[in-house]
T-cell receptor, first 113, second 114 residues
Framework: GENVEQHPSTLSVQEGDSAVIKCTYS??????FPWYKQELGKRPQLIID?????GEKKDQRIAVTLNKTAKHFSLHITETQPEDSAVYFC????????????FGQGTILTVHP | GAGVSQSPSNKVTEKGKDVELRCDPI?????LYWYRQSLGQGLEFLIY????????KSGLPSDRFSAERTGGSVSTLTIQRTQQEDSAVYLC????????????FGSGTRLTVV
């Protein structure tokens, strides 16, 4: 089955800086890659996703890039704000995991004012 | 409904007792998932229902865990003879199915086994 590795496990930045979280996946047939944000005590919420037919997608301060050859994808947050502090999870599906997401281990992002 | 509903939101049970957790997915969503999240940990897949197909039970950690989905809508996750290591937040999610889509998660059930 699919295996997703996520790095770093913790990330601390100053307000206004950029943050980058990286994930690698094992199944070359995977074709859907969402990112979730989970605030303390809350449910995970989808913030952005990308499919394998595009290399980059942006939504205001967040962007996701995908390198199918290297089997990795990344989340970029620019101009970070304290409310961006949360746990971020990457995920992948498709191929042998069609319709079912395999999640990375999560990254705890802390944005210091 | 407007979102994925889970009940109860919190459950404290004694070791050895059975518990039932309920999930009501978004109306019309054919795919339903159960995940488990231990304190400070990631999202562990448990089981996946898609329409009338046989469920993918590959994530269930032991035969004490079972789940059913009646009428293609509400699902119940049952844990028999609970153990302390079963303590976690149990998250349900749904999506439209028939493809790869992101999930909408419920708020979860926090299970504490004492």
């Amino acid at each position: 089955g699919e295996n997703v590795e996520q790095h770093p496990s913790t990330l601390s930045v100053q307000e206004g800086d950029s943050a980058v979280i990286k994930c690698t996946y094992s199944d070359s047939a995977s074709n859907y890659f969402p990112w979730y944000k989970q605030e303390l005590g809350k449910r995970p919420q989808l913030i952005i996703d990308i499919r394998s037919n595009v290399g980059e997608k942006k939504d205001q301060r967040i962007a996701v890039t995908l390198n199918k050859t290297a089997k990795h994808f990344s989340l970029h947050i620019t101009e970070t704000q304290p409310e961006d502090s949360a746990v971020y999870f990457c995920a992948a599906s498709g191929g042998t995991s069609y319709g079912k997401l395999t999640f990375g281990q999560g990254t705890i992002l802390t944005v210091h004012p | 409904g407007a979102g994925v509903s889970q009940s109860p939101s919190n459950k404290v049970t004694e070791k050895g007792k059975d518990v039932e957790l309920r999930c009501d997915p978004i109306s019309g969503h054919t795919a339903l998932y159960w995940y488990r999240q231990s304190l400070g940990q990631g999202l562990e897949f448990l089981i996946y229902f898609q329409g009338n197909s046989a469920p993918d039970k590959s994530g269930l950690p032991s035969d004490r865990f079972s789940a059913e989905r009646t009428g293609g809508s509400v699902s119940t996750l049952t844990i028999q003879r609970t153990q302390q290591e079963d303590s976690a937040v149990y998250l349900c999610a749904s999506n439209p199915g028939q493809g790869n889509y992101g999930y909408t998660f419920g708020s979860g059930t926090r299970l504490t086994v004492v």
